[in-house]
């Protein structure tokens, strides 16, 4: 299956501000590039034991095209899918994907008309209607990741990813033959893969991905949910909106154009610090283009040494640990679930593949078997669309079990709903736990009383809502100070909306994390400030150390087209 969306952003508290020893992901202080963080000549990834290119299908054959007849053809208002339009918060609505896909893990349908009888009708989704598959016992056992893909525009991304998808049998070969008649017909056959994720008109017919695109696929030992995002700077926004959701990162880095990317205006860096900022601490770096270089590996290398100094030095933060790089071609398919390129071979050898790295990578903040990780259930919408008389959201399980039956308090609505199905990984599931991505959870109440942005808790546990709170922020480059007043967009977890810097309340020592500069006139890139923002309408939000895995207290802010800190709620005030 597949779904569109467009959703937010969060930050993580602790590789900013805390100890990060525990969950082995990072020591990171932006603030202090010790000599250990100095560049080193990044290692050939370990080669992790080879898997099958047959890696196995995350959906009996028998549930091809199945549930595929709720799918609706065109949304219904609440979800209509708005090319940079909003939805709730203002924030371009991640709505349900017009897919037609009848690969392994697709809910797109077969019956076109039967898919927009069903969309007039209001019937969404798989949960009411004609039902997803059930989960398989052993999809259950394998282990979810989610995996946002960033870089700059034209990096390659989609063509990546739709090049995975067909390589791990989650599209069919009917269907991308489709795309390659399609796309070679308005003159954009090199987009062919990419036709996969970038499923919009205009996408295709511009060639741009504009929305983040959602599809599931299963390795060895993982079940992966991407979440294609656009490269565009116009687009970071919607970029944001799938970063949120992601444990980890795959970085696309186009070896023919790789300094128009990095250097300053190019996405590469913007994207990585963002996704630093929102708790991301793994990353896979996908070398990408090389056919288009006869395989160099010189090139390679000149472009990963410049490349790995950035992403542990102290703009980005990564620990060097964390970070994998390999070489690859997303159009000809090399490196991706095999290498059968001479090129490639006569200096990466038998080297890891994409999916290897996928496979390898961890997950932190999960919930475990018994649901008890992360304290009481909360989580943050980020889709909204209407299922007969019930409201179907699309959401981020920030911490606890969200299980079907529950009742949940809607916040800032105050209103309370039974949970009367569930969607993950695109099949139905009793429960979804911490760290998940829900498809659909499916509500029974009227679609008013929910948006992107609203957030889902245990009643007996509600979250703050308030117009005014104050956090710890890491000050981006920035063409001019930010000062007191100064109106700007918050990304905060999936809403967005204009706040109000309505005081600097301190710069903190980044030594000693101590607050200290009472009252800063101004601050500068680099600084770690304490400010106090208020938005003009409620928001509900976690603060700082909550537990679960902190989606709800991240907070990132920009101002005419650029991100200019990012950090962690603290409190409200
Ligand atoms: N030669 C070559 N071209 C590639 C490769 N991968 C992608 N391309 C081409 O690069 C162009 C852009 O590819 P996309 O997959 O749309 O790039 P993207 O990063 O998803 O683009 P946005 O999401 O819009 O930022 C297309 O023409 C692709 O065919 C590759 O491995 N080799």
Redesign the pocket.
């Known amino acids: 299956m597949s779904r569109r969306r467009v959703k937010n952003i969060d930050y993580d508290d602790d590789e900013y501000f805390d100890d990060y020893d525990d969950d082995g992901y990072d020591d990171y202080r932006p603030q202090q590039a010790s000599s250990s963080r100095q560049h080193q000549a990044p290692k050939k990834p370990p080669k992790p034991a080879k898997q099958s290119s047959s890696a196995p299908s995350t959906q009996p054959a028998s549930r091809k095209g199945s549930a595929i007849k709720s799918e609706p053809a065109k949304a219904p208002p609440l979800s209509k899918p708005k090319q940079n339009g909003s939805t709730g918060s203002g924030r371009p609505p991640l709505a349900p994907s017009m897919s037609v896909d009848e690969g392994i893990l697709s809910r797109g349908g077969s019956d076109e008309k039967e898919r927009v009888r069903a969309a007039e009708e209001g019937i969404m989704g798989g949960v009411e209607g004609e039902k997803p598959p059930e989960a398989d016992a052993r999809l259950l056992s394998l282990a979810p990741l989610n995996l946002v893909?960033i870089?700059?525009?034209?990096?390659?991304?989609?063509?990546?990813?739709?090049?995975l998808l067909v390589k791990m049998g989650a599209v069919t070969t009917k269907q991308i033959h489709r795309y390659q008649k399609e796309s070679k017909e308005i003159g954009?056959?090199?987009?062919?893969?990419?036709w996969v994720?970038?499923e919009g008109e205009d996408?295709r017919a511009?060639?741009?991905?504009?929305d983040v695109c959602v599809k599931h696929f299963a390795t060895k030992h993982k079940v992966v949910t991407v979440l294609?995002?656009?490269?565009?700077r116009d687009?970071v926004p919607n970029m944001l909106s799938g970063a949120v959701m992601a444990d980890a990162a795959l970085l696309?880095v186009?070896v023919?154009r790789f300094e128009a990317g990095f250097e300053r205006g190019g996405?590469t860096k913007e994207h990585l610090q963002l996704v630093r900022a929102l708790g991301i601490g793994q990353l896979i770096v996908a070398i990408?283009?090389?056919?288009?270089v006869g395989w160099s590996e010189d090139r390679y290398r000149s472009v990963m040494d410049p490349l790995h100094g950035f992403i542990i030095g102290p703009e980005a933060g990564f620990k060097s640990s964390n970070v994998q790089y390999l070489p690859?071609?997303?159009?000809?398919g090399?490196n991706i679930v095999d290498n059968n390129c001479a090129e490639l071979k006569a200096w990466w050898g038998e080297g890891a593949t994409l999916v290897d790295l996928i496979d390898g990578l961890q997950t932190k903040g999960r919930g475990d078997s018994t649901g008890a990780s992360g304290g009481p259930f909360k989580g943050c919408v980020s889709d909204v669309w209407r299922t007969g008389d019930k409201t179907s959201v699309s959401m981020k399980v920030d911490g606890g079990t969200l299980r079907n039956g529950q009742k949940v308090l809607i916040l800032p609505s105050n209103e309370t709903a039974i949970v009367k199905g569930l969607e993950c990984r695109g099949a139905s599931v009793p429960e979804c736990r911490s760290g998940d991505y829900v498809d659909t959870a499916l509500l029974n109440v009227e679609p008013h009383f929910v948006s992107v942005s609203s957030v889902l808790c245990d009643p007996s546990s509600p979250l703050p809502v308030v117009t005014s709170f104050t956090a710890q922020l890491l000050v981006f480059d920035l063409d001019i100070p930010i000062v007191k007043g100064q109106q700007v967009m918050m990304y905060l977890h999936t809403g967005v909306d204009s706040a109000t810097i309505a005081a600097l309340e301190a710069i903190v020592n980044k030594q000693t994390g101590e607050r200290e500069n009472k009252r800063p006139k101004a601050l500068v890139k680099g600084m770690v400030a304490i400010v106090r923002l208020t938005v003009p309408k409620p928001v509900c939000l976690d603060c700082k150390g909550s537990g679960g895995v902190g989606t709800l207290s991240r907070v990132i802010l920009r101002d005419r087209g650029k991100t200019i800190a990012a950090g962690l709620v603290l409190q409200p005030s």
């Open positions: 893909v870089g700059h525009v034209d990096a390659g991304k989609s063509t990546l990813m739709g090049h954009k056959g090199s987009f062919a893969f990419a994720l970038d996408e511009r060639g741009v991905t504009i294609d995002a656009p490269g565009h687009f696309v186009d023919t996405q990408n283009k090389l056919d288009a690859l071609s997303a159009f000809e090399t």
